[in-house]
């Protein structure tokens, strides 16, 4: 059975989305210190916006670490005063580990992720489609609930995995937004360890550093690009700049992150 076991990143991000910060269920610490017990997350209504709060170093309120493994270094957050209002900007030195925020179940149906962020500077290694150069400076990931009865053998035998580990289950499937150094936009990349994400490429290369890129997505129309069927109710939303494959520096930002409800067209 542990040859089907998830790559250590990919376990821990689909935890995190399904509110477990970090492997098992002791007290874990962020990268501030700060010493909190993952099995204690309560779901939110909404996401909290970073521009509603004060610039300031530790975890933005209502945004819960989460770790990728001991080994790994975490990428560092903080919300800073930036441009005239509260952005959360990301530091990341060879380094992967993210913010996730577990969510009441709403429908997918008309509902669109809403979102703006900047890249600072380059990850010239980085090729999201070849795994051992997997890196981004910016991820918003979404967590949708479903049917994990039909899914194969090994994704169930994933899924059994994950709960022995951590006390959580995962979530049945993941839309990752990402901004890509190599692939084009649009372009919906399988995961190499799991089918259960893929990543859609919403900014390519490396041509527009320092600009604000705003995006609006409607996630049932990507989830059945993705997927070919339609998707269940979405439980959770994260973030993630990593380094750690290329062994590289990046500095990102992130603005406030949204669900809007859209009346049908």
């Given at each position: 059975m542990l040859k089907h076991v998830l790559h250590p990143l990919i376990l821990a991000m689909l935890l995190a989305l399904a509110g477990c910060t970090?492997?098992?269920?002791?007290?874990?610490?962020?990268?501030?210190?700060?010493?909190?017990?993952?099995?204690?997350?309560?779901?939110?209504?909404?996401?909290?916006?970073?521009s509603a709060q004060t610039a300031r170093n530790g975890m933005p309120h209502g945004w819960n670490f989460y770790r990728i493994a001991p080994y790994k270094k975490n990428t560092v957050y903080r919300l800073e005063n930036y441009q005239g209002r509260t952005v959360l900007s990301a530091n990341s030195k060879t380094s992967a580990s993210g913010l996730a925020v577990k969510l009441h179940p709403r429908a997918a149906n008309n509902l669109w992720l809403q979102w703006e962020w900047k890249a600072l500077s380059a990850i010239p290694e980085a090729?999201?489609?070849?795994?051992?150069?997997d890196d981004a400076p910016l991820r918003i990931l979404v967590a949708f609930d479903g049917n994990k009865s039909k899914l194969p053998l090994k994704e169930k035998m994933n899924f059994e995995m994950a709960n022995l580990i951590s006390g959580q289950e995962m979530p049945y499937a993941t839309l990752m937004y990402i901004w890509s150094g190599k692939?084009?936009?649009?372009?919906?990349?399988?995961?190499?360890?799991?089918?259960?994400?893929?990543?859609?490429?919403?900014?390519?290369?490396?041509?527009?550093?320092?600009?604000?890129?705003k995006h609006q997505r409607?996630?049932?129309?990507?989830?059945?690009?993705?997927?070919?069927?339609?998707?269940?109710?979405?439980?959770?939303?994260?973030?993630?700049?990593?380094?750690?494959?290329?062994?590289?520096?990046?500095?990102?930002?992130?603005?406030?992150?949204?669900?809007?409800?859209?009346s049908p067209k």
């Open positions: 970090g492997f098992g269920g002791s007290s874990v610490q962020d990268e501030s210190g700060q010493t909190f017990d993952p099995s204690k997350l309560t779901a939110q209504d909404e996401l909290p916006k970073f090729d999201n489609a070849e795994r051992y150069h692939s084009p936009v649009d372009t919906i990349i399988n995961n190499a360890h799991t089918s259960r994400i893929k990543m859609i490429v919403v900014d390519s290369g490396w041509d527009n550093l320092g600009a604000w890129h409607d996630l049932a129309a990507d989830y059945m690009r993705a997927y070919g069927e339609a998707p269940g109710e979405v439980i959770g939303i994260a973030l993630l700049t990593d380094t750690d494959n290329t062994k590289s520096e990046t500095r990102a930002i992130y603005g406030d992150i949204e669900l809007i409800r859209k």
